[in-house]
């Protein structure tokens, strides 16, 4: 009978059509499984910030250098954020720690002002939801303004043992030690995007004792890239599949409000401040360009950054960022 089957016409039309159905699902399913399993869920990401990596830049001032060092990781379940987002296509959370220094142009006699020594380190917690065209990052800051923060330390003991450039005694001198914290927001939109080009706005958000500003700029991608929600320009790389690539140009410029900057400032709720209030630059641009390069489980950055001034008869400050990230199972 199953060799009377096999002969009539018809009845091996059905059959062939239905083992092809079967292999392309198989096929489908195995893709499926496959680009899952692509996506790793940890990630570690090692940065700095320094104006020594500027070419032309003679001296530390103003935000002389940043450290940082992060840990993200994909959740598979929903936390209760989440649920208020059912159109998201992923979303992760991270932890880390930064330590920045901030200096006056110390080798300088031009600036009438001079910016006060700061240092802040801090402890950042964040949970970033991606969707098709945004994404969605909301955090918070904790940690120390002040000599303890270790800041000062850090740079004179480089400058001491690697570069073999002076030692800063003004750190003697910096801004007193206090608890801070901030709660930060940064969204993210595609405006317009094909395939090697995109152009959006970014808008970053603090609230709290040591920053309150808000930024809002426009940005633009030219090269091979991700979506905003799953790409290396916003430290989202992990979301993405181990199998995208991405070789990116990433530059903008945005204007940054600022009602209060405790590095220059002093404690919020002291009575004196180092700098008289008349003379701090509340509105003032900032800039912008970088690469980046992603590749399996490694993304490399490189990045440009200019601001027009802080205060108002201080120039403007060029510092450059490096970054690198690993992703792993």
């Not at 018809?10 to 499984?33: E, H, M, P």
């Not at 399993?37 to 020594?52: M, Q, R, V």
């Not at 904790?142 to 030692?167: E, K, M, Y």
């Not at 409000?257 to 404690?267: E, L, P």
């Amino acid at each position: 009978m199953f060799t009377h089957f096999l002969r009539n016409r018809n009845s091996s039309k059905w059959f062939r059509s239905r083992v092809t159905g079967i292999l392309i699902l198989s096929l489908i399913a195995t893709y499926s499984q496959e680009s899952n399993k692509g996506a790793f869920k940890y990630e570690i990401e090692l940065g700095t910030d320094n104006d020594f990596l500027v070419v032309n830049t003679s001296t530390d001032k103003y935000y002389t250098y940043g450290i940082n060092a992060s840990f993200r990781w994909r959740l598979d379940k929903p936390n209760f954020i989440s649920k208020l987002f059912s159109n998201r296509t992923g979303y992760f959370e991270s932890l880390g720690f930064n330590m920045e220094g901030y200096t006056p142009d110390y080798q300088s006699s031009k600036n009438e002002t001079e910016r006060p020594y700061a240092g802040w380190s801090y402890f950042e917690f964040q949970s970033t939801y991606g969707f098709k065209k945004s994404f969605l990052r909301l955090g918070i800051d904790v940690g120390i303004l002040g000599p303890d923060s270790q800041a000062g330390a850090v740079q004179n003991w480089f400058h001491g043992h690697v570069t073999g450039d002076r030692v800063l005694d003004g750190w003697k001198y910096q801004i007193n030690n206090q608890l801070g914290v901030n709660l930060r927001v940064l969204y993210a939109v595609s405006f317009y995007q094909n395939k090697i080009f995109d152009f959006y706005g970014a808008t970053d958000i603090s609230l709290g004792n040591i920053f309150t500003y808000i930024n809002p700029g426009i940005n633009f991608r030219i090269g091979k890239f991700n979506s905003l929600s799953n790409s290396a320009a916003y430290q989202n790389a992990i979301l993405a599949n181990n199998s995208n690539r991405e070789f990116f140009l990433d530059g903008g410029i945005a204007v940054k409000m600022s009602a209060f900057n405790a590095t220059i400032q002093g404690n919020k709720i002291d009575e004196f401040n180092f700098i008289d209030s008349e003379i701090i630059n509340n509105v003032y641009f900032n800039g912008q360009i970088g690469m980046y390069y992603g590749s399996n489980r490694w993304t490399l950055g490189a990045k440009y950054f200019f601001s027009s001034g802080e205060l108002n008869d201080n120039d403007s400050q060029r510092y450059a960022m490096l970054t690198f990230s690993y992703k792993f199972d």
